[in-house]
């Protein structure tokens, strides 16, 4: 009799914000935030000037730590603004918009992946090139790239040129190319620099693909996992808005 006294006790009073932290595993102040960044819908205030939340803060609560996971906070975001403001197009909008950049990356990585292949299976092409190798400009050229971009590459350690003994400019073999080309494919598909060391390392040594696979395998699960937090995320936000 008492628990249901103090259950009819609590649902008169509201939910407190930390009643609400307690679900999402955040702080009070964090729910305060989220309220106050529109997350959360406004919230009445007691005669004493506290926040009383209700059943639909919590279900807003949990519908964005779902599309948090998937959607990642700016989209999350402007997700539940939008429902919030009972724009239910433009939040349909940005679902639509988040599904599509994660189709594209899908679509990237698949080319990339085939761009790989077909690159490693290559050996390099000594003939192609001059005795002396390519300048960095030519190299630039040949992949669709700046020069700058090289220079960065190699600060990073992914490229090593020569130097031209006698002028000290940069020259590229034919091994420097094809390293230059695997990056290039490697940063069209959003790899981070750190990220591709391992796959040209693995390379050199080896001259084996298990490296750049193991690098594919391992953004295509991510990708799965995002897609599979999408779903979920989704599925809270169709409850949330037709309930």
């Known amino acids: 009799m008492e628990n ?9 009073r509201g939910l ?19 309220e106050e960044a529109g997350i959360l819908p406004p919230a009445a205030r007691s005669p004493a000037g506290y926040r009383r939340f209700e059943e639909r803060h919590r279900s807003a609560l949990v519908t964005y730590r779902a599309l948090l996971k998937g959607y ?13 403001a009972e724009d239910l197009p433009r939040a349909l909008t940005l679902v639509d918009a988040e599904h599509a950049t994660l189709h594209q990356s899908r ?27 390519l300048t960095v400009g030519e190299v630039a050229a040949r992949l669709g790239v700046r020069s700058s971009a ?9 490229l090593a040129p020569g130097r031209d003994p006698a002028t000290g400019y940069r020259r ?14 490697l940063r069209q598909s959003h790899y981070p620099l750190p990220r591709i060391r391992p796959v040209l390392e ?20 991510a990708l799965n996992r995002q897609a599979t937090a999408m779903l979920e995320g989704s599925g809270r936000l169709h409850d949330y808005i037709t309930t």
């Open 72 to 84: 990642g906070p700016r989209a999350a975001q402007a997700i539940m603004h939008a429902v919030h």
């Open 4 to 12: 249901v006294r103090g259950s009819a006790v609590r649902e008169e």
């Open 172 to 185: 590229f073999a034919a091994t420097d190319v094809r390293d230059a080309r695997l990056v290039a494919v």
């Open 16 to 34: 407190r914000p930390v009643d609400l932290a307690r679900v999402a595993g955040v702080s009070t102040q964090q729910i305060r935030n989220y």
């Open 202 to 221: 693995g390379l050199r040594r080896t001259g084996s693909r298990e490296a750049l696979r193991a690098a594919l395998d391992e953004r295509r699960d």
């Open 107 to 133: 679509l990237s990585l698949e080319a990339a992946s085939e761009a790989l292949e077909a690159l490693t299976r290559q050996a390099p092409d000594t003939e192609a090139l001059p005795r002396a190798g």
């Open 150 to 158: 090289l220079r960065v590459w190699e600060a990073s350690g992914l």
